[in-house]
């Protein structure tokens, strides 16, 4: 056996070397989500399943970190949808490297201390509710914020833009 242990290390070593496996994870720090908290104002545009059309409306967003958590309370207002209005609550596992269910798949640091992260999750998604992955791209900063949805249905090859929420700070609040 102690002639066995080596080489599973050994093997083990090089397999984590190897381009395309990683056992490494991204993680999201505090600080890649300090300028989360705050208010927002934007635009959702989605993509209408029945029509295959865009469609774009206004939205503004309260954004309150919830006690020492790392939760996040997100209050939606559409202006002219009122009847759409929504809130709910976003959890960042402690360890950085979930966001509700979903895993983050990568992290990049952008220009003016933003952060760009994305996550992964297996889903439905469409009007007939299809196996889907569904992938979520933030880009945070002092003054934007973009979550964007793009799905890719389990029988086919290309990924489809969802929606997204394009918002600028309107809190006078520096981080």
Same mark, same amino acid.
């Given at each position: 056996?102690?002639?066995?242990?080596?080489?599973?290390?050994?093997?083990?070593?090089?397999?984590?070397?190897?381009?395309?496996?990683?056992?490494?994870?991204?993680?999201?720090?505090?600080?890649?989500?300090?300028?989360?908290?705050?208010?927002?104002?934007?635009?959702?545009?989605?993509?209408?399943?029945?029509?295959?059309?865009?469609?774009?409306?206004?939205?503004?967003?309260?954004?309150?970190?919830? *006690?020492?958590?790392?939760?996040?309370?997100?209050?939606? @207002?559409?202006?002219? +949808?009122?009847?759409?209005?929504?809130? &709910?609550? $976003?959890?960042?596992?402690?360890?950085?490297?979930?966001?509700?269910?979903?895993?983050?798949?990568?992290?990049?640091?952008?220009?003016?201390?933003?952060?760009?992260?994305?996550?992964?999750?297996?889903?439905?998604?469409?009007?007939?509710?299809?196996?889907?992955?569904?992938?979520?791209?933030?880009?945070?900063?002092?003054?934007?914020?973009?979550?964007?949805? *793009?799905?890719?249905?389990?029988?086919?090859?290309?990924? @489809?833009?969802?929606? +997204?929420?394009?918002?600028?700070?309107? &809190?006078? $609040?520096?981080?």
């Amino acid at each position: 056996m102690k002639c066995k242990l080596p080489l599973i290390f050994l093997l083990i070593l090089l397999i984590s070397d190897y381009p395309g496996i990683s056992f490494s994870q991204e993680v999201l720090s505090d600080e890649d989500l300090m300028f989360l908290p705050g208010s927002w104002t934007g635009t959702l545009t989605y993509l209408d399943y029945t029509t295959g059309k865009p469609y774009s409306m206004p939205v503004d967003v309260g954004i309150v970190k919830i *006690d020492s958590m790392k939760k996040y309370l997100l209050e939606r @207002i559409y202006p002219d +949808e009122p009847q759409a209005n929504s809130a &709910d609550t $976003v959890t960042f596992s402690f360890d950085g490297t979930m966001i509700n269910d979903e895993t983050v798949i990568s992290k990049k640091y952008l220009q003016n201390d933003a952060v760009e992260f994305k996550t992964e999750l297996d889903g439905v998604d469409g009007n007939e509710s299809k196996p889907a992955l569904i992938r979520h791209t933030y880009t945070l900063g002092e003054e934007i914020l973009i979550i964007r949805k *793009d799905v890719k249905f389990e029988d086919q090859s290309d990924w @489809i833009n969802r929606h +997204e929420f394009y918002f600028k700070r309107s &809190d006078s $609040v520096k981080k």
